[in-house]
């Protein structure tokens, strides 16, 4: 590998998830740019949300993206807005090969649903305004998602979904 592989996609598309699984198959580090934040700022996400608000959050997220450039190869799980702000897409695509992993809302929701949300921007929703407030927030996500140099579409089969990710 000669190159970052970036995973982008929206909350519960399972970003960290298959990160690990193709970072071990890849033979490099995963960085999962959350954990890293949380883990350099001594916050969670949610404390730094409710500290600085949206905006002194993305300013953040921005900085400790812009630090991956330095690093050696390896597979980066961003977080579900990092490619949304500022030109990050852009730098994104500049930096590595970017792949979107692109997962029906119905699955996402389902996904969410699941457990207990640590995520600020849906912990802010009441449950039964998620479907409205996924399907507003991927409109407008979309076009950013889309710019990623590849797609991958998940329909329920994860072993055929995880060749095409190793394929990258
Ligand atoms: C966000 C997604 C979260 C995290 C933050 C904001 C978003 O990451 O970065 O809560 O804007 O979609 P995950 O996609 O890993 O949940």
């Known amino acids: 590998m000669d190159k970052h592989i970036f995973l982008l996609g929206f909350m519960g598309s399972g970003k960290s998830f298959w990160g690990v699984k193709l970072a071990v198959h890849k033979g490099v580090l ?71 992993l692109e997962v029906p809302v119905d699955i996402l929701l389902g996904r969410l649903r699941r457990k207990p949300t640590r995520r600020p921007l849906l912990a802010q929703v009441p449950p039964e305004e998620w479907p409205a407030f996924l399907e507003k927030m991927l409109e407008k996500r979309r076009p950013f998602y889309s710019q990623a140099h590849q797609t991958i579409a998940y329909a329920g089969d994860e072993e055929a979904f995880f060749e095409q990710l190793c394929a990258v």
């Open 30 to 100: 995963l960085i999962d740019l959350d954990r890293w934040i949380e883990e350099k700022e001594g916050q969670t996400i949610a404390e730094l949300f409710a500290e600085q608000g949206e905006t002194g959050f993305r300013a953040l997220e921005q900085q400790y993206l812009h630090t991956l450039a330095g690093l050696p190869p390896a597979v980066i799980s961003l977080g579900g807005g990092t490619p949304c702000f500022f030109d990050n897409m852009d730098w994104i695509n500049q930096h590595g090969h970017s792949v979107y």
